[in-house]
Nanobody, 118 residues
Framework: QVQLVESGGGLAQPGGSLTLSCTAS??????????MLWHRQAPGKDRELVAQ????????AYENFVNGRFTISRDNAKATVTLELNALEPEDSAVYFC?????????WGQGTQVTVSS
């Protein structure tokens, strides 16, 4: 059974930082084969892509609203992908989801809540 488990969410002040992690288990092929993505969904809004990273970490891409504040990385030996959130804004408050894609497979985690508030 494939599982993606996110952790690291919580409450941060505006301008603060959080580090989100997602660890995969039960994958049917090596973790490096999976293109990994982070999405987020705020209350009343559609889920949106935040960042993505290729299996060998050569490709990293971010949505425009990230504006240099977030960093995605991965450790294939630990089957983990990380999203560092810096300079957080109240608008970044959302549930953040980890997503693994390989060919026709598409796995999602349950999400971790990020709340940015003073």
């Amino acid at each position: 059974q494939v599982q993606l488990v996110e952790s690291g969410g919580g409450l941060a002040q505006p301008g603060g930082s959080l580090t989100l992690s997602c660890t995969a288990s039960g994958l049917t092929t090596t973790f490096e084969n999976y293109h990994m993505l982070w999405h987020r969904q705020a209350p009343g809004k559609d889920r949106e892509l935040v960042a993505q990273i290729s299996g060998n970490s050569f490709l990293r891409a971010y949505e425009n609203f990230v504006n240099g504040r977030f960093t995605i990385s991965r450790d294939n030996a630990k089957a983990t992908v990380t999203l560092e959130l810096n300079a957080l804004e109240p608008e970044d408050s959302a549930v953040y989801f980890c997503n693994a894609k390989y060919k026709s497979t598409d796995y999602w985690g349950q999400g971790t809540q990020v709340t940015v508030s003073s």
